[in-house]
């Protein structure tokens, strides 16, 4: 009897342990200086959280790898991606290269990928010097030296996911769970695509003859909406947009406002994944044409925050589209101007260009308010395919 009791009391003593290993694991980065904060419900972005940077975020942000990739344009970029090819195994690249069809361009989603399936190598399976190699491929397909836009953008929404894991979203959040294939193989003269999926991100690239022909669908979110602060440095990944929308809104009369408002409310956007195509019939809103010069460039400049996530030559020639499209562009919104409560949403519709914005309750974190957002193009959505 006395054997069974001191049995009994070491099983009790080593499930407490467990426990509290457990609850140490979903602390977060206790040698941080910064103060945690979650914001509010009513969208106050303000102060910071902290996260255990995880090892993938770590190796992409370090330097990029000399690689031996000295051509340009469309040609480097598929030097890039064959150079990450030959780091991987037979069973890897398996997974990674796959065909082009529409179909496969699709398997995108905002849901974590253990809610909803990627197709790929994700990069928690991938090594230090397979991180390296696909780090050099995406520095070369986004922006870099802009905080929070462009490849930055892409690390903090990464670090933000880490940040999810780490306070008990589980495993299925974190930067292993983002994923990278090639839909057809890496040419300069045939039809080919990158796409780089997971939760609360995905850009896809689309490549046909030596040329980029689409940049969309392309979708951005984050939680939290504050700052993310890993390894020494701190994100806000999708900040400046919000912020950006609220000045386009704020800017606009009474008038203006009113002749912006949409009638209905809404919680999510109207073309997210499994939307594909199915843009209004009828523009809505208030026409960019006509405002003031000003006003105008409010609106360019909350366009750029998306297009300018590209690299440099790819995203002048969108811009040069879509700002000869802007005159016959449409705003609009609901909720409030301020975009900073749950419910606001705003729309810019044009020609071309398609992009909404969405404020919506916490989904790890309750009762904060945190964004999602798509970037679509009316005949450009998946190179036109």
Not at 11 to 35: I, R
Not at 163 to 186: D, E, R, V
Not at 264 to 271: A, K
Not at 295 to 318: F, G
């Amino acid at each position: 009897m006395k054997r069974k009791n001191i049995s009994i009391l070491l099983l009790f003593l080593l499930g407490f342990s467990n426990f509290f290993e457990g609850c140490k694991s979903s602390d977060v980065d206790a040698t941080s200086s910064t103060s945690t904060s979650t914001g509010t419900s009513t969208g106050t972005t303000t102060g910071s959280t902290t996260s255990n940077s995880s090892s993938i975020t770590t190796a992409l942000s370090a330097t990029a790898t000399t690689t031996t990739c000295n051509s340009t344009g469309v040609a480097q970029i598929v030097c890039l991606a064959e150079a990450f090819k030959a780091t991987l195994s037979s069973t890897q690249l398996a997974a990674t290269q796959l065909t082009y069809s529409k179909t496969n361009a699709q398997k995108w989603s905002n849901l974590p990928a253990g809610m909803s399936a990627r197709i790929g190598i994700n990069l928690g399976s991938l090594s230090d010097t397979q991180l390296a190699a696909f780090r050099n491929l995406m520095v070369a397909v986004l922006a870099l030296g802009t905080t929070d836009e462009g490849y930055d953008e892409m690390i903090g929404n990464l670090v933000a996911d880490d940040y999810l894991n780490s306070i008990g979203g589980g495993s299925t959040y974190g930067a292993g769970n983002y994923y990278i294939s090639f839909l057809g193989t890496p040419s300069t003269s045939s039809l080919w695509a990158i796409l780089f999926t997971g939760h609360h991100y995905t850009q896809p690239i689309t490549f046909n003859a030596g040329a980029v022909t689409g940049l969309t669908p392309a979708f951005r979110g984050t939680e939290p909406q504050a700052a993310v602060t890993a390894a020494s440095r701190t994100y806000q990944a999708f900040e400046q947009e919000r912020v950006a929308f609220a000045a386009m809104l704020t800017g606009l009369s009474t008038t203006e406002q009113t002749t912006a408002k949409l009638s209905g409310s809404y919680n999510d956007l109207v073309l997210g994944p499994g939307q594909d195509g199915k843009f209004p019939a009828t523009k809505s809103g208030l026409q960019v044409g006509t405002l003031s010069s000003d006003k105008q460039a409010l609106v360019l400049k909350a366009i750029k925050l998306y297009v300018n996530d590209l690299d440099a030559t790819t995203s002048a020639a969108v811009l040069t589209k879509y700002t000869s499209e802007l005159a016959n562009t449409y705003i609009s919104y609901s909720g409030t101007t301020a975009m900073s409560s749950q419910g606001d949403y705003v729309r810019i519709d044009g020609p071309s260009v398609w992009i909404e914005f969405s404020y919506q309750g916490g989904v790890i974190i309750k009762n904060t308010p945190h964004s999602h957002s798509v970037w679509r193009d009316h005949s450009g959505d998946y190179g036109g395919n």
